[in-house]
């Protein structure tokens, strides 16, 4: 089976993400609509009910480096959590997250931040304490 290009299978997700195809509590696209390389990228990730993320809207940055998708891009929360994937800085630590620390090049963007969801809405994950809606990394 051939592989797909990097810019090929970037488009696609570019494609699926711009139509709201993809899942109803995440959404993505590029931070600027310049980048040829599209390597920048932003996400949006509605908080899970019934966890202390509820009704909150997280912000995250992806980088698609150029080894992308043989290898898993980079992941940051713009928006201020408290999980243990998630280091001092808003990094998302890949050895922690499961679908990056085992990243396939079947993943996708989309594929992150479902998980990033589904881990916030862990039972063990779901009541951490929060800092206050709207701080920023």
């Not at 408290?82 to 890949?94: A, F, M």
């Not at 589904?118 to 809606?133: L, T």
Request: charged share 30%.
């Amino acid at each position: 089976m051939a592989k797909v290009p990097r810019n090929f299978r970037l488009l696609e997700e570019l494609e699926k993400g711009e139509k709201g195809l993809g899942a109803e509590a995440c959404s993505y696209g590029l931070r600027d609509s310049d980048d040829l390389l599209m390597t920048n990228w932003n996400g949006t990730i509605l908080g899970p009910p019934h966890s202390v993320y509820e009704n909150r809207i997280y912000s995250v940055e992806i980088t698609c480096g150029p080894q992308y998708p043989d290898s898993p891009p980079e992941v940051k929360f713009n928006t201020k959590i408290i999980l243990p994937c998630v280091d001092e800085r808003g990094r998302v630590l890949s050895s922690v997250l499961p679908c990056l620390k085992e990243w396939k090049r079947a993943n996708t963007i989309e594929t992150i931040l479902i998980e990033l969801r589904r881990y916030m809405a862990a039972p063990q994950h779901k009541k951490i304490p929060q800092p206050p809606e709207g701080e920023e990394f």
